[in-house]
Structure formats: C-alpha cells, structure tokens
C-alpha cells in the first residue's frame, strides 16, 4: 500500500510560480513511474507531466511544456512540479499518482496508476 500526500498548491497571479509537492510513503521501492494530472470544473482529467523513479525519465503535456519541472528527490520520496508563467487556464486540481508497475509507455494514462493523492487546488487569477 501506498500513501500520496500532496502540497503547496494555493493562489497566484499569473506569471507567477509555485511548487507543488508529492511526498510518497509506504511501499514505494521498485522502478515506480509518477504522474501529475490536473482537473478543472467541468473539464475532463488532464495529463500533466510524469518521471520515472530514477528521474532520468521525464514528459509533459503539451500544454504545459517549457513551463513546468517535474523532479525528484528518491531520498525524500518525494516528487515536485515546479510551475513557472502560470496562466488562468492552470487553475485546477492537481493530484500526483503512482504506477507501481513502472509502465513508463503509458504514462499519460490515468488509468495505468494505482495511487492517487488527495489533490491540491491551484487558482491563478488574471
């Protein structure tokens, strides 16, 4: 079993930054692959970025590339996103998942995903 426990959402103009993070607890050793995704009001569930374990590995939705970071710190079991130039249209909720299987080939999928936290709301006004 695995716990995802998400932080650092909040408001923000836009252009403005934050960085949300992912902190993971339980059984989480293996070759894991993290995802973020994001939800607005009304809209269906959207990919956001993923990173294997050893973070060698990242991607992006198009719609966010050049503009956000995923990182993480394995000694933490931690995952972060990094947002940069926010735009209204960024206002969501963003939950992180976790695919214990590793299926990096489908990692825009949010049904590969075992784990999923809480989500954290993120508001960018304009």
């Known amino acids: 079993q695995v716990t995802l426990i998400e932080s650092g959402g909040g408001l923000v103009q836009a252009g403005g930054s934050l960085r949300l993070s992912c902190a993971a607890s339980?059984?989480?050793?293996?070759?894991?692959?993290m995802g973020w995704f994001r939800q607005a009001p009304g809209k269906e569930r959207e990919f956001v970025a993923a990173i294997t374990l050893s973070g060698v590995n990242t991607f992006y939705g198009n719609s966010v590339k050049g503009r956000f970071t995923v990182s993480s710190d394995n000694a933490k079991n931690t995952v972060y996103l990094g947002m940069n130039s926010l735009k209204p249209e960024d206002t969501a909720v963003y939950s992180c998942a976790l695919d214990p299987r590793g299926r990096w080939s489908s990692r825009t999928d949010p049904n590969i995903y075992w784990y999923w936290g809480q989500g954290t709301q993120v508001t960018v006004s304009s």
């Open positions: 339980g059984r989480t050793n293996g070759n894991y692959v």
